[in-house]
């Protein structure tokens, strides 16, 4: 067991909430359990929810708040949502409106914050495993693909499923398999894995989202559900008014990662 | 919960002892495990112990007799070794010798016997699953195939693994790493998938063991340590004198399956 100190998440929360945190999350607060975060209006809160629940892959909802309440007690003590993420996107009418650093001037009665499991647990228990994640180690964001897997309707909201890729040798990508399949709340094990264009995705060096990667010839595809997934279907579906964190610069959590993990 | 009742275990062995079943025993006494069959004599088993413990994949090891002993309790009651397989292999200097429906006449005070794990077991929890396994829907023998993976040398034996292959969509290809994950005791995970070049394979159309099968377009080789692996070794090696059961004509245990399932 890595013993893990809250003060550690805190604090990281507590330098976003001051302005001297604006940049990516990753490697900040190590065996935390960092989340997407999506806040959107009560009208339209209940049918994402309902979305959420019948879409655990892309969507593993970790909590989801009270209306209006800016803080959540299970993700952690002394959190303020409108605060602690060091960049927003604020979107209205379906389309990015801004960026914010703080979204207090925005907060309204009605919003509804989820708090969604992000990959960066797993990758993290990945290299743990002695598994290397390449867009990692080449310092880059992890290459993300829109995809023909379909979502399930539910709550008003429909779409496709948007993908991240990691490559690996066939050893490794079952062991990372393996390794993915005890987190359940950061997407879980892969949904796809080799030829890309059996889900819809034509060019693996041009990612819709991130940056491409190296990719060797001893190498496999191995694609994971994303949690740019409900941002882009709350786009799609043209939403009034949401709130999200800015890809990468996540809302650090006090839970311990050894929390969301089985076995 | 499955609810197994440990007399179909034994009147398989009682219907192989008496002669009555002389075919393969795939499908029969359904949730108990069967075991691959290796038996030495004790100069060249306690070399072969220490193999298949460095290779437990290939060689996973559920029981080892007593020198001499035809009984053994790890594997179930009124159980003989000598004559509860419905078909057996004898070798001799590393060569087929013969087959024998009894090898009690064979038998010597310093035989020591080897049961080995075998892929039925995980084979019924994959389709227990929803997991099609293609050679059993085509009613073949598993593919198996020599390859360039080397063995961990150990007690006098060496060599390279024996690998069976199944193939499956890359989803049910992930759906079945999960599911041998929790077989150690039968082969567990996979070893590979995908280009077979990269293991050595240059056919996946001519085995060199067991059937050929289809594959779809849309799908994926994956390969699994196989438990010829042990038998290949020991003809290599020209062992004097061994015994073996005779492919797919396994020892069935009262083991319950359960019992060798993690999770």
Chains 1, 2 share one sequence.
């Not at 604006?22 to 999506?38: E, I, K, M, S, Y």
């Not at 806040?39 to 969507?59: M, S």
């Not at 379906?94 to 960066?120: I, K, N, P, Y």
């Not at 892969?190 to 060797?216: Q, T």
Request: a negative charge.
């Amino acid at each position: 067991m890595i013993s893990v100190n809250p003060s550690e998440a805190r604090a990281v929360r507590q330098r976003a909430r001051d302005g001297s945190l604006t940049g990516p999350t990753a490697g900040l607060a190590t065996g935390f359990v960092q989340v997407n975060l999506v806040v959107l209006p009560e009208a339209q809160a209940n049918g994402f929810l309902r979305f959420c629940q019948a879409n655990p892959k892309p969507c593993p909802l970790i909590a989801v708040s009270e209306p209006g309440q800016r803080t959540c007690e299970l993700l952690g003590n002394d959190l303020d949502i409108a605060r602690d993420v060091p960049a927003y996107h604020v979107y209205r009418h379906g389309e990015l409106s801004g960026t914010a650093g703080d979204v207090s001037d925005l907060w309204r009665d009605d919003l509804v914050t989820f708090a969604l499991g992000c990959s960066f647990s797993f990758e993290h228990a990945l290299m743990q495993n002695g598994v290397a994640v390449r867009h990692i180690d080449e310092s880059r964001n992890v290459p993300m693909f829109k995809t023909s897997i379909p979502l399930q309707a539910a709550g008003g909201f429909s779409g496709h499923m948007v993908v991240s890729m990691r490559p690996f040798p066939a050893a490794q990508a079952i062991r990372a398999i393996q390794i993915t399949t005890r987190f359940p709340l950061a997407h879980g094990a892969p949904v796809h894995f080799g030829d890309p264009a059996l889900i819809g995705i034509r060019d693996l060096m041009n990612p819709d989202y991130g940056d491409s990667v190296s990719i060797y010839s001893n190498e496999t595809p191995v694609f994971w559900a994303c949690g740019v997934t409900p941002q882009q279907v709350l786009m799609d579906a043209g939403v009034p008014f949401a709130i999200t964190h800015s890809p990468g610069h996540m809302l650090v959590t006090d839970i311990p990662e050894s929390q969301v993990t089985l076995l």
